[in-house]
Structures are given as structure tokens and as C-alpha cells.
């Protein structure tokens, strides 16, 4: 018999794990988190004794109660009011969902929306496969398909979310210098400076749910953008504590009014500019963040800039 303290240490074992691949599964890291408490709960009744690989056997139940709310969760956001963006999560020393620097590409926002696209078994197959590594048989087994349909479903979703590789990926130290120097002159009201950092074709996009007040289209082009950015988006920055922290595996640019978190932007750079901005300021997907945060002795809390 296994006793309770061993089934939970299995459990909290591959935690992480399951909650990196609900994550990427849906996009919302609350979600997320019930997922992994609800298998947490079936994990705790099981005959464990039937159970060859615990591993396996939790990855096919979090991503078939991850398939279930996909299908429902397609027709919320179908009815989503303005843009609909993934929660952000912080990812910065080993935070988040990412256990290895090799999964922080299958993290960031780019590619997220991009698997909004695909079908529910599409997305689970990409993954599965891109971010997690199984191999098709495995994979086959978690969603009770044959290894043909999965090979087909993952040749049509790459063909999909391919397009999410950026041209040229600066690194880590020169992307933050940037994102510092973007708040700088959004803060300044620096028109020019801004227009310098953002590409041509740079796109804006921002996600209030309808509970605050964003551009509900995207706003499209560099003078476009960089008016948005400083007459809108970062006015209200004055009285605000601005940090610039690893969001979804980029430097991002968190806004704190009085210790609450008022929004997110994370900005996607190739060719040493900003090609997309987006901006997450839905209060209901700032909480864990937020929660995340203060979690982190060494983040501090928001302060200053």
C-alpha cells in the first residue's frame, strides 16, 4: 500500500509540470491551477497499484480536463469583449511554467495566441510534442487516438504556428536595455524615441475584458502606436511604480498603482525592435501574477523607477 505522504511527494513531484502543460494548454494560469488541483484529487483516489507510469498517467488526465474546457472555452471567448490575450505569468529566475530555457519559446505570448488558432486536439498535440517532448505513440495513448491521426494533427498545426518565429532574436540583456529605454520615453512623452524602437509594421494590441478602458481593435503602424503609447496606454504612469520584469519568457513592463497590479505590457522584439505590443490590463488576469510576485523575496514587490 502507498501510503498518503507518498502519493502526495509523487504528486508535488511533477506539479510544475502539469501546470506548465495546463498553462500552455489554455492560456490561463487560474485555470491552470484548478486543473492540477482537480487531478490532484483523482491522482488521490486511484488504485495506485494499476498504475505503471504516474508520470504518463498525470500528463493524459490534465490535458483531457484541459480539452474539456477548451471546447467551452471557445465559445466564451468568441463573446470576449475587445481582445482576448493570454494571462501573463512571471518567468524570471526560474519562475512560472518553465522548468528549462529550451520551453521558453512554447511559453511567450506570440506563440500562445497563435494556438488559439488550432483545434483543442490540434493544440494538445503541438504541446505535447513541441513543448514537452512525447513522441507521437505517447501521445497517441494521452488523447486515445491513433499515432497517424496524431502525426497529421501536429503536421497541420505546426504548418499553423510556425509563422510565430521571430527573424532575428536579440538576447536576453540587449532586450531588456530596449524595453528600459521604450518605458523611458513612453514616460517622456518622446515621440521620436519611440518611433525608433518600434518597427514599421509594429502592431498593439490590448486585452481590458471590457472591465477597463483599452482600444478594443489593435492599433496598427509606428506613428500610430507610439501616439497610443504615449498620449494613452502609459500616461497614467505618473504615480505609478514601474517595473520591467521577465513576463512569459520576455522583459515586460509591469504598472503598479498602490501595491495593486494595473496592468502588463509585453512587447515581442525581432530585429532589435518592437514588432507587437500587448497589453494585459483585465484585472481578472492579474491575479496570479500579482500573487506571483510577492511570492518572490528577491522581486521585492513593486517599486520605483
Not at 501510503?3 to 489554455?26: C, H, I, K, N, T
Not at 487560474?30 to 488541483?37: P, R
Not at 540583456?173 to 521604450?182: A, D, S, W
Not at 515581442?268 to 523575496?297: T, Y
Request: charged share 25%; net charge neutral; proline share 4%.
Amino acid at each position: 500500500m502507498v501510503s498518503v505522504v507518498e502519493l502526495l511527494a509523487e504528486f508535488e513531484d511533477q506539479r510544475s509540470r502539469l501546470f506548465g502543460l495546463a498553462y500552455r494548454l489554455l492560456g490561463s494560469a487560474e485555470e491552470a491551477e484548478d486543473v492540477v488541483q482537480d487531478t490532484f484529487i483523482r491522482w488521490s483516489g486511484v488504485d495506485r497499484a494499476a498504475i505503471v507510469a504516474p508520470s504518463a498517467w498525470l500528463a493524459k488526465v490534465v490535458t483531457n480536463l484541459c480539452l474539456n474546457r477548451l471546447t467551452a472555452a471557445r465559445v466564451q471567448r468568441e463573446r470576449y469583449v475587445g481582445s482576448w490575450l493570454p494571462e501573463p505569468v512571471l518567468t524570471e529566475d526560474g519562475a512560472g511554467p518553465l522548468e528549462t530555457a529550451e520551453m521558453r519559446d512554447s511559453i511567450s505570448f506570440g506563440v500562445l495566441v497563435l494556438l488559439e488558432r488550432l483545434t483543442p486536439a490540434e493544440r494538445a498535440v503541438f504541446v505535447l510534442r513541441e513543448a514537452f517532448g512525447y513522441h507521437h505513440r505517447e501521445i497517441a495513448d494521452i488523447l486515445t487516438l491513433s499515432e497517424a491521426n496524431c502525426r497529421q494533427l501536429h503536421r497541420r498545426a505546426r504548418q499553423r504556428v510556425g509563422e510565430a518565429e521571430p527573424r532575428f532574436r536579440a538576447d536576453r540583456r540587449q532586450r531588456h536595455r530596449l524595453v528600459e529605454r521604450f518605458v523611458a520615453a513612453a514616460r517622456d512623452g518622446d515621440l521620436s524615441g519611440l518611433e525608433r524602437l518600434l518597427a514599421v509594421d509594429v502592431a498593439s494590441w490590448a486585452d481590458g475584458g471590457g472591465k477597463v478602458t483599452t482600444a478594443r481593435r489593435p492599433v496598427l503602424g509606428r506613428d500610430r502606436v507610439a501616439r497610443y503609447i504615449a498620449g494613452g496606454t502609459l500616461r497614467y504612469a505618473a504615480g505609478m511604480d514601474i517595473v520591467v520584469a521577465e513576463v512569459n519568457g520576455e522583459p515586460s513592463v509591469l504598472a503598479w498603482a498602490g501595491g495593486v497590479l494595473a496592468g502588463v505590457l509585453v512587447p515581442e522584439i525581432a530585429d532589435e525592435q518592437i514588432a507587437v505590443l500587448r497589453i494585459v490590463a483585465n484585472p481578472d488576469k492579474l491575479g496570479f501574477l500579482a500573487r506571483q510576485a510577492a511570492d518572490l523575496s528577491h522581486f521585492g514587490g513593486p517599486t520605483g523607477s
